[in-house]
């Protein structure tokens, strides 16, 4: 998790305190194909939660990442790709369908010719993806957005949603912290009062 809170406040607490928590559970083994694999998934997740904006579930994720948001290599690519495309062949085929992996995994992949056929045919596809603004574009087909020199993300944007989201949370808690300072401070006077007169 400390990766993905480096992802964050590396591109989104640069003009603010990120003041989010967030708790995701993935069961692993550590077998062939597990392992850090779901961690650029997780930020898809976050990052969907935060901009409100769904994610296709027609496409399956794999990839680590690092904290500057890119995509890392992972183990068992190629059963992973041919295991989805079994899942998608089993309920049917609808040329939208692939999925997304590391860029730097495209030198291991040695598929079953099926899937090479489907793929050629345009009937599944695999996308190789190189940082998370890539793969959330696909995911969402809506552009990542880059950010100026203030720290702004351009409207219409993923970043500019989950952006906006950020600072809504840390004005929120702003908001919450000024409240309860008169309390805080009132409750202390009492207590002084208190053992002043014991």
Not at 25 to 52: K, N, R
Not at 131 to 153: M, S, Y
């Amino acid at each position: 998790m400390l990766i993905l809170e480096g992802y964050f406040r590396g591109k989104y607490a640069q003009n603010k305190p990120l003041t989010m928590s967030a708790s995701i559970c993935f069961e692993q083994s550590y077998g062939g194909v597990d392992g850090d694999s779901a961690s650029s998934t997780e930020i898809y997740a976050i990052l969907s939660s935060l901009s409100g904006l769904p994610l296709r579930q027609d496409i399956a994720v794999t990839g680590s990442v690092n904290q500057k948001g890119e995509i890392q290599p992972i183990g068992g690519v190629n059963q992973k790709i041919e295991g989805f495309f079994d899942v998608c062949r089993a309920r049917g085929l609808t040329g939208r369908q692939g999925v997304m992996i590391p860029h730097l995994n495209v030198p291991e992949l040695i598929l079953r010719k099926d899937v090479v056929r489907a793929v050629a045919e345009g009937k599944f596809h695999i996308w190789p993806v190189k940082t998370i603004d890539e793969g959330i574009e696909l995911l969402t087909g809506v552009p990542a957005g880059i950010a100026d020199e203030q720290g702004n993300f351009p409207e219409n944007t993923v970043s500019y949603l989950v952006d906006r989201r950020l600072r809504t949370l840390a004005e929120g808690l702003k908001s919450f912290a000024e409240e309860t300072k008169p309390q805080k401070a009132e409750n202390d006077t009492n207590n002084q009062n208190q053992g002043k007169g014991e």
